[in-house]
Antibody, heavy 119, light 110 residues
Framework: QVQLQESGPGLVKPSQTLSLTCTVSGGSISSGSYYWSWIRQPAGKGLEWIGR???????NYNPSLKSRVTISVDTSKNQFSLKLSSVTAADTAVYYCARVVSSSWYDYWGQGTLVTVSS | QSVLTQPPSASGTPGQRVTISCSGSSSNIGSNYVYWYQQLPGTAPKLLIY???QRPSGVPDRFSGSKSGTSASLAISGLRSEDEADYYC???????????FGTGTKVTVL
């Protein structure tokens, strides 16, 4: 059974960089034809796709966040990571990592981690 | 930045049938598959329907999906108390070159 777990600071100051890591267990991040994705959800609101990465390192980002987002993968640690720069209060949300099947749907999700942007 | 429109709420009594709509455009639902996710309070979303009307293993056949043109719908038949959750539709958007999600529908079991 594949499991994903997000980790990182729960509080980030405005203008700084948000950094999160997703650790994959129960299977190799390199096996199969999967993308690995980050999705966020502000409190009481809907889901927003941030971006995705293939194990080759190929990435796709939401155009609205593209200038501030970097997603990377470390296959040796079975992890992939998110960096979001120049954060503001609008970036406060629960951040989820998820596995993408057939480039289309999310079958395994992390439990989510709340990141608050505040001084 | 939800591109797909859903009603904010839906409700029914136990045993009833509830339908949730999802409206999009030609760049998303009109030309790509639709997916549905169930999000129980305080938990991560769970895949409910993929490729318009397919159920993953373990999802009860009380849940069914359909698509017509630029709209889709999720039906829950034989409503149960454990179905009380938020439901989101999703589809790939060719203009965004990425997935878009619906605004979400909160289902209440009366």
């Amino acid at each position: 059974q594949v499991q994903l777990q997000e980790s990182g600071p729960g509080l980030v100051k405005p203008s700084q960089t948000l950094s999160l890591t997703c650790t994959v267990s129960g299977g190799s991040i390199s096996s199969g034809s999967y993308y690995w994705s980050w999705i966020r959800q502000p409190a009481g609101k809907g889901l927003e796709w941030i971006g995705r990465i293939y194990t080759s390192g190929s990435t796709n980002y939401n155009p609205s966040l593209k200038s501030r987002v970097t997603i990377s993968v470390d296959t040796s640690k079975n992890q992939f990571s998110l960096k979001l720069s120049s954060v503001t209060a609008a970036d406060t949300a629960v951040y989820y990592c998820a596995r993408v099947v057939s480039s289309s749907w999310y079958d395994y999700w992390g439990q989510g981690t709340l990141v608050t942007v505040s001084s | 930045q939800s591109v797909l429109t859903q009603p904010p709420s839906a409700s029914g009594t136990p045993g009833q049938r509830v339908t949730i709509s999802c409206s999009g455009s030609s760049s998303n639902i009109g030309s790509n598959y639709v997916y549905w996710y169930q999000q129980l309070p305080g938990t991560a979303p769970k895949l409910l329907i993929y490729r318009n009307n397919q159920r993953p293993s373990g999802v009860p056949d009380r849940f069914s999906g359909s698509k017509s043109g630029t709209s889709a719908s999720l039906a829950i038949s034989g409503l149960r108390s454990e179905d009380e959750a938020d439901y989101y539709c999703a589809a790939w958007d060719d203009s965004l070159s990425g997935p878009v999600f619906g605004t979400g529908t909160k289902v209440t079991v009366l």
